[in-house]
């Protein structure tokens, strides 16, 4: 079977790899849009919709290929939704995993009530006009836990405890991540409506 290509529109290795892992199989073939030469798009909107699709649609454009966005996030209940869309810049424009973590923690100083869920928005269009892009979503449900534990996933995986099975996110092997994940249900999910996507 062929494989036809569709651009990723992020630059992160590790979503790059976890992503081309579960389209593993499928007759879709990511490729980074840093590959292809394209630089990150702008991502001013309040909502993880709004900046996949600018996310695709930016990529789609300066490729003229077909798109794949991801935005996806934490969301805190304690702190009223956040870090959501800015998740990846809680602790300032220069931020990385370990500063965001450690911004989590010290806003989280003293809260008892610590339930938090990740959120993933999956866009796929097939040209940067496309009216009609699959748009899909899941949520992944946990706590936040009082310290970091284990060395696995990225973002807030540390931190990020699952009350059900004892261990945080990234306490799972990849593979156990990748069934339950926000991501790993909304990518299954797009997979199903791409089968048929020309």
């Known amino acids: 079977m062929s494989r036809r290509r569709i651009v990723l ?17 499928s007759a879709w073939g990511l490729v980074a849009q840093g590959e292809l030469g394209v630089g990150a798009a702008d991502e001013p909107h309040l909502t993880f919709i709004e900046n996949a699709l600018a996310k ?22 304690a702190l009223n939704g956040a870090p959501g869309v800015s ?10 995993d370990q500063s965001n973590n450690a911004e989590l923690l010290r806003r989280l100083a003293g809260v008892t009530g610590r339930q938090a869920h990740y959120t993933c928005v999956l866009v796929a269009v097939r040209t940067a006009g496309d009216a009609e892009p699959l748009i899909v979503d899941a949520r992944w449900d946990g706590e936040i836990a009082q ?29 156990h991540k990748n069934r339950i994940s926000h991501r ?7 997979a199903k409506k791409m089968v048929d996507w020309r």
Do not use: Q, W
């Open 87 to 96: 998740s990846a810049r809680f602790a300032g424009d220069s931020a990385n």
């Open 9 to 25: 529109a992020s630059n992160n290795a590790a979503k790059l790899r976890e992503m081309s892992t579960l389209l593993h199989g």
């Open 147 to 175: 310290a970091p534990r284990g060395h696995g996933g990225f973002g807030y995986d540390p931190l990020f405890y699952l009350p059900d099975l004892g261990v945080t996110a990234a306490e799972l092997d990849p593979a």
């Open 184 to 190: 790993g249900l909304a990518l299954r999910a797009l």
């Open 56 to 77: 695709a649609r930016h990529a789609s454009a300066l490729t003229e290929m077909a798109a794949l966005a991801d935005d996806s996030g934490i969301c805190v209940d």
